[in-house]
C-alpha cells in the first residue's frame, strides 16, 4: 500500500513539473539564456533524486510528503529569481534602445548584496563604489554617484550632470575633448597622419627623447659595477657591455657621476621597497626627487630649480578649463566650493590671507623651471606692476611659483581617491596655455610633462595645433625596477634639463623679456604724454 501511495506522489510531481515547463516555453523572455538556464535547472531537477525524511522499508525509500512540500517551494522560489532577472534584463535592453548612454546599475543588476559590508580602517562601510560619468552631446553628464544606503540606489540618484561641482577622480581623459581648450591625446604617428606634421619644436624634442643608445650606462662606471660585484657582499649582477654608453654619445659631467652611482644605488633599493610596502604617492615622490635632486647640482643645471608644487593650484579662475556648458572646471575635493560661487572665483591676489584655498585639489607634484637673472627678474617686475594684480604670473599659479618659469611638470599617480594623472596634467597644461594667449605670448613652444605610477615613468608633449592642445604620449621613459631603467630616466631627465637651459631658455628671452621690455616701453611713452598734456593745459 506504501508502494502505490508513493508511485501516485511522484506522478503527481512529474505533472507539476510538465506544466511547469510548458508555462516558461509559451512565455519565452527576450534573454534567450535566462530561458536555457531555467530548463536545465528543471531537467536537472527531474533526474536528482532528493531523498526526504521518510522512513527507510527495505532498499527503498519511503517519501515524505512534508519533505516534498519544501521542494515544490523551493522550485518555485528558483523560477521567481529567474523571472525577476528576466524582467530586469528587459527592462535594461528597453532603456538603452531608447537611451545608448544608459547602463544599468552593477549594484542592482547584482540584486541586493548579502552580509555584512567590508569596513574600510575608519569603520565605515565600503559598499558603493563611485562610477566615472560620461558627457553627452549637450554637455550633460551621466552616471553613477555614491550612495548612502547600501545596496541599492533609485534611478533618480544616479544621474550627475556637469553644472555640480565636479571632481578630476571622476573626468576620464576623453572628455576633455569637448571643454576649452580642447585636450586631444594622440600617439605620434596619429598626429602627423591627422595633422599632416608635427610643429618643428616639439619633434626635435620627440627625436632628441626617442634616441637612447642602447647602452646608457655611463662607460667610465664600469670598472666599479666590476668590482662591487667581486665583493662577497654582492648585491646586483654586473652590467652587461653593450648596457654601457659610448664615451662619443655621454654628455654627462665625469666630476659628478660618482655620486649619481650612489644616488641610482639608492633609488634602485627605495623603490623596490617602495612596491614591496605598496607606499603612497608621497613616497614615490621622494624617489622622484632624489633623482632630480642630484640632477640640478650638476653644471648643466645651475640655473634650474626643482621645486614641490603639491599645494599650487591653477589661478585665477578664468585660467581654470571651460566645460561645454560654458562654466570652469572646478576641482574640489571637500565640496565646498562651487562652480561659479564666489569664492572659488576670487583669484589669490584678491584675498586678504593671500593663501592657497586647501579645497582646491592641486593639479601637478613637481615642476623644473628656471631660475631668472637680477635683471630678467627686474625687467618682469617692472612689468607686472603695470597690469592687473590677478596676471602678475610667468605661470598658471599665484602662489610661490609665480616668478619661475615651468618647462617640465611631474605628476604622480594617487591610490587615494584614485584621481588619474593624465587629466591631472592635462588640465595643468591647460591652463598653461591659456595663460600664454591671455599674455600675448608665442604659444609654439611645446610643453613637456612627466607621469610616475609606481616603478613606470612616461612622459607627454604638450603642443597647439589647430587651436586645440595636443597631449602627445605616452611614451615610456624608463623604470625604477632595474639599473638599465633608471639609468634611462637619468639620460632623458639631462635631455630635458639640456633643452630647458638652451632651446625654452631663448624662446623665454625672445617673447616674454622682450614682452616686458616693449611693456615698459609703452607706459613709458604713454606717461610722457600725460605729462605734456598735462604742461600744456598749465600753459
Known sequence: MQDHTSSFQDLNINKWRQEVASTIRHRKPRNPQSFNSSLRILRSSRSTTRPGLGEISGNRQRANP???????????????????????????????????????????????????????????????????????????????????????????????????????????????????????????????????????????????LREVPTGVIPSTLEAIYESEAATPRKTRDTPLKHEFLPNDKMSYPPGDLGHMQRRVDRVLNQAAWNHMKKVHEGQWGAVAHSLLEELALWPVAQTVTILNTERCSINPVELHTVMPNGKPLLDTESGSMKSGSSKAGKSIAEDSQAEEDPTVSKMVDWCIGLQLGWEDETIINRAFSTILPNMRSLNQSLSFIDMVPLFVDIEIKKTNPGRDPEVQLAIWKCAALKKM????????????????????????????????????????????????????IVYRLNVLIEWGTTTYKKWFTDHVVTWAKERIRQVELEDEAKALSMSDSLL
Not at 534602445?97 to 580602517?121: C, F, I, M, V, Y
Not at 599674455?439 to 607627454?460: C, F, K, L, Q, R
Request: aromatic content about 6%.
Open 66 to 208: 512534508d519533505t516534498q512540500i519544501t521542494n515544490h517551494r523551493a522550485n518555485a522560489g528558483l523560477l521567481k529569481r529567474n523571472r525577476n532577472r528576466n524582467m530586469a534584463t528587459n527592462r535594461s535592453s528597453e532603456q538603452t534602445e531608447q537611451d545608448p548612454d544608459w547602463a544599468p546599475d552593477p549594484e542592482t543588476s547584482r540584486g541586493k548584496p548579502r552580509g555584512r559590508p567590508p569596513l574600510n580602517r575608519h569603520g565605515q562601510s565600503m559598499r558603493g563604489t563611485t562610477q566615472k560619468f560620461a558627457l553627452n552631446d549637450q554637455g550633460q553628464g551621466q552616471g553613477s554617484v555614491k550612495s548612502s544606503k547600501t545596496g541599492s540606489r533609485s534611478r533618480s540618484c544616479s544621474r550627475k550632470t556637469m553644472d555640480q561641482p565636479a571632481s578630476t577622480a571622476s573626468i576620464e581623459l576623453r572628455f576633455l575633448e569637448r571643454c576649452t581648450p580642447s585636450v586631444k591625446q594622440r600617439m605620434p604617428e596619429r598626429v602627423r597622419a591627422e595633422y599632416h606634421s608635427i610643429p618643428k619644436e616639439a619633434d626635435k624634442l620627440l627625436k632628441a
Open 437 to 488: 594667449r591671455e599674455m600675448a605670448w608665442d604659444t609654439s613652444m611645446p610643453m613637456p610633462g612627466i607621469v610616475i605610477e609606481g616603478h613606470n615613468w612616461s612622459y607627454y608633449i604638450f603642443v597647439e595645433i589647430n587651436a586645440d592642445l595636443i597631449m602627445i604620449g605616452p611614451i615610456a621613459m624608463g623604470s625604477t625596477s632595474t639599473l638599465v631603467g633608471v639609468w634611462t
